[in-house]
């Protein structure tokens, strides 16, 4: 099941990148079913999960940053074998997590979230 959910969230993460890379640059005019077709099919893309610092998450803009969250939140409760989260700590551990990266940007996203998973699964 974890696994299925970590698929959906790294399409999703893979997704919204490629949109905002999409957005930033100036490509030439299209028709409507041209840019239909490009709004639905992602660009190939990878992402190498353990390499995104703390300071690469902290510059996206806020949807993909929230995306990137569910993301590494999903991928830390996998590592550690959980069967269940418990939703009303997601703010706290977005919040932890996020903090930890302003405070140490060069550190990887996923440490930064395995601290906020464990300090929220303590309580």
Same mark, same amino acid.
């Given at each position: 099941?974890?696994?299925?959910? +970590? ?13 905002? !890379?999409? !957005? ?51 991928? !830390? ?21 996020? +903090? ?24």
């Amino acid at each position: 099941m974890l696994e299925k959910i +970590g698929v959906v969230l790294v399409s999703g993460l893979l997704f919204t990148s490629a949109q905002a !890379q999409a !957005q930033t640059q100036s490509p030439a005019p299209q028709s409507a079913p041209a840019q239909a077709a490009a709004a639905t099919a992602p660009a190939d893309r990878f992402v190498p999960i353990r390499a995104v610092n703390c300071a690469r998450l902290l510059q996206l803009p806020n949807d993909d940053r929230s995306v990137a969250a569910m993301f590494y939140m999903g991928y !830390q409760a996998s590592r550690v074998g959980a069967t269940a989260i418990n939703v009303g700590q997601i703010p706290s551990l977005v919040s932890l997590a996020l +903090g930890y990266c302003a405070t140490y940007p060069d550190r990887p996203a996923t440490e930064a979230f395995a601290y906020a998973y464990s300090v929220t699964r303590a309580l």
